[in-house]
């Protein structure tokens, strides 16, 4: 069964650092999101990207985050200028067939981000 | 605001046995849509089962149904002859209606399976 990937599984940076999380989807999904979770915490929700736009984002994503899909096949988070509160598990997840948002999100494994 | 509550941390289950995980949500909406996600170890999240808010009936997905009541606002989930592959964490997520993306997660249950 089709997966979505993400690398790497865990990113050490120092603060003050840009890190991109890097998410490979689906092949033929259309629907892209962020989520992130601290830890002992519940997973939020940070943007969804479609048609190589966002769609939709929280009040987390502000302009310290970024999203783009380079190259028709990866979906980048980037932070700039991280913080210490943006250590964290970053998943990614997809969403296919633009006809039925019922289609379950499919989501990676995730990306533990550690800033020190 | 939409928030999903989950009151239960941790639970425990004997292999074999059933047990059911609360989860509660507030909304003023009317056309949403439920859902239960499974994080085992490997952390990938796994779609375990979803509700419609407009369906009466209950959802069913093998061991695992769901007991939905709209005006009690509660969307618990049920596991039938729990097996040891099913110690993992639960997360209970709702979503607006049609053309909306954004899950809101609740807080996590992890649920232990004892042999």
């Known amino acids: 069964e089709p997966e979505v990937t993400q690398t790497p599984s865990h990113q050490v940076t120092q603060m003050g650092q840009e890190v991109i999380l890097r998410c490979v989807p689906i092949s033929n999904h259309l629907y892209f999101y962020w989520y992130r979770q601290i830890l002992g915490q519940k997973v939020e929700f940070l943007v969804s990207?479609?048609?190589?736009?966002?769609?939709?984002k929280s009040e987390i994503f502000d302009d310290q985050f970024s999203v783009e899909r380079p190259d028709g096949s990866n979906f980048t988070l980037k932070i700039r200028s991280t913080k210490l509160e943006d250590s964290a598990m970053y998943f990614c997840?997809?969403?296919?067939?633009?006809?039925?948002?019922?289609?379950?999100?499919?989501f990676g494994d995730g990306t533990r981000l550690s800033i020190l | 605001a939409q928030t999903v509550t989950q009151s239960q941390p941790e639970m425990s289950v004997q292999e074999a046995e059933t047990v059911t995980l609360s989860c509660t949500y507030d909304t003023s909406e009317s056309d949403y849509y439920l859902f239960w996600y499974k994080q085992p170890p490997s952390r990938q999240m796994i779609l375990v089962i979803r509700q419609e808010a407009y369906k009466q009936q209950n959802a069913t997905e093998n061991r695992f149904s769901v007991n939905f009541q709209k005006a009690a606002k509660s969307f618990s989930l049920k596991i039938s002859d729990s097996q040891l592959g099913d110690a993992a964490m639960y997360f209970c997520?709702?979503?607006?209606?049609?053309?909306?993306?954004?899950?809101?997660f609740g807080s996590g249950t992890k649920l232990n399976v004892k042999p």
């Open positions: 990207f479609y048609n190589n736009e966002i769609s939709e």
């Open positions: 997840a997809s969403r296919g067939d633009r006809g039925d948002p019922n289609q379950p999100q499919h």
């Open positions: 997520a709702y979503r607006r209606g049609y053309n909306f993306n954004k899950f809101y």
